[in-house]
């Protein structure tokens, strides 16, 4: 099992439709992120909130929203995607050092979405 | 955009045997962290090297790191089938906590 949760395992979309996604980790950590990764590739950076503010924006579409209501919670809101997006989705945290990126990071076991 | 590259690609390897995989990258680093991934799975954190160091162990894994060719290694002894996973490398700068990953190494363990 691990320490960081992540609803649904699953995701079946269409194009108009709106969904999220939710992280939950109770470790006590500050920084929180999202990454999306395609089959047999690295995964890749999206969104890097600090202290429930969001830091990092890797010029990610505006139909991919984050929302971190609190430091235990991360949401990522889907609406409009394209076949393209479909993927798996990881949330990960970590402690948070004032941004310097010495801690290990922490990964759910991802959302697989799939965008008919 | 992938701040490494991982070598090799794939890796098939016999129970028992050492399996050694390779990592460079671009620019300046903080640290280097190795993760593995399961079939399915999320990443799991290994290791981790700051750029200081020069070789680290942790098990049955040891890691090193040359700042001046910018690379670093992983390596499994007396591996097992449990081994089999994707390996990657990620790196870190000095700003934002903010890593990137190689493009892995895909390691199988045959009984």
């Known amino acids: 099992d691990t320490e960081v949760t992540q609803t649904p395992k699953h995701l079946v979309m269409g194009m108009t439709n709106k969904k999220s996604l939710k992280c939950e980790q109770h470790?006590?950590?500050?920084?929180m992120y999202w990454y999306k990764q395609k089959a047999k590739k690295p995964p890749e950076l999206m969104f890097v909130y600090s202290y429930e503010k969001l830091s990092i924006n890797e010029s990610v579409p505006s139909r991919f929203s984050p929302e971190c209501p609190n430091s235990s919670l991360l949401n990522l809101h889907l609406h409009a995607l394209q076949p393209e997006d479909s993927a798996l989705y990881l949330c990960a945290s970590s402690q948070d050092e004032g941004g310097r990126g010495n801690q290990p990071q922490h990964f759910g076991d991802g959302t697989r979405l799939s965008i008919l | 955009s992938q701040q490494g590259e991982e070598d090799p690609q794939a890796l098939s390897i016999q129970e028992g045997e050492n399996a050694t995989m390779n990592c460079s990258y671009k620019?300046?680093?903080?640290?280097l962290q190795w993760y593995r991934q399961n079939s399915g799975r999320g990443l799991v954190h290994l290791i981790l090297i700051r750029s200081n160091e020069r070789e680290k162990h942790s098990g049955r894994l040891r890691v090193t790191l040359d700042t001046s060719k910018k690379s670093s290694s992983l390596l499994i002894t007396a591996s097992r089938a449990a081994d089999t996973a994707s390996y990657f490398c990620?790196?870190?700068?000095?700003?934002?906590?903010?890593?990137?990953f190689g493009g892995g190494t895909r390691v199988l363990v045959k009984p």
């Open positions: 470790m006590g950590h500050r920084a």
């Open positions: 990620a790196t870190s700068r000095a700003a934002g906590n903010k890593l990137t």
């Open positions: 620019t300046s680093i903080n640290n």
